[in-house]
Structures are given as structure tokens and as C-alpha cells.
């Protein structure tokens, strides 16, 4: 079965960067959709981005310019470097195979000085 790993999240103050980091185990990696998405306290999941297996990507509105997700086919990983962080980008992320009932568990992101 495969499963997602998430890993990177911590505390980083405003203007800071963070790399994310998600681990796939199980087959098949390479020819799916991935995506990285967020929740912040009390509100709903959003999408923050997301890449085709031919690397095609689209982004959040809210992250445009200062996120950039990419994908590792050999090793299946996915990542997403977080640049220019904010307070409103604090949310657990979480990783996920597009289309599919398959997300990890997350990873905590706190931007706060």
C-alpha cells in the first residue's frame, strides 16, 4: 500500500524559507499527480500546489512567487521549497497523490516571530 511521509515543517520567523519534503513508498510514483496542500486552524483545506508526472505545476493564488514545488521520480519524492514565509502560510501541509483518497499525515508549519 503505498503511503505518504511528509517532513520539513518547524518554525521559521517572517521573510524565512522552509523545504518540505515528501516521501512515497510503493510503485507507480513517477506516472501520478502529486500536490501539497494546507490547513490553518479552523479553516477549510486549500490547495497550495501541485505537479503532473511530466512536471507541469500550478500554483495556490496565495503562494505565486514564493512557493515552487518539484518532484524527484528516481527516489520518489516530492518537495516544496517555501520562500518569503508569512504568518497566514502557518497551517500543517500535507502531501497527496491527485485523484485519489491517498494524503500523509502532514507536517506542521508555524511562521511567527
Known amino acids: 500500500q503505498v503511503q505518504l511521509v511528509e517532513s520539513g515543517g518547524g518554525l521559521v520567523q517572517p521573510g524565512g524559507s522552509l523545504r518540505l519534503s515528501c516521501a512515497a513508498s510503493g510503485s507507480g510514483f513517477a506516472i501520478v499527480a502529486m500536490g501539497w496542500y494546507r490547513q490553518a486552524p479552523e479553516k477549510q483545506r486549500e490547495l497550495v500546489a501541485t505537479?503532473?508526472?511530466?512536471?507541469?505545476?500550478a500554483y495556490g493564488d496565495s503562494v505565486k512567487g514564493r512557493f515552487t514545488i518539484s518532484r524527484d521520480n528516481v527516489n520518489n519524492m516530492m518537495y516544496l521549497q517555501m520562500n518569503s514565509l508569512q504568518p497566514e502560510d502557518t497551517a500543517v501541509y500535507y502531501c497527496?497523490?491527485?485523484?485519489?483518497?491517498?494524503w500523509g499525515k502532514g507536517t506542521r508549519v508555524t511562521v511567527s516571530s
Open positions: 497527496h497523490v491527485e485523484r485519489t483518497t491517498l
Open positions: 505537479i503532473t508526472s511530466q512536471r507541469t505545476t
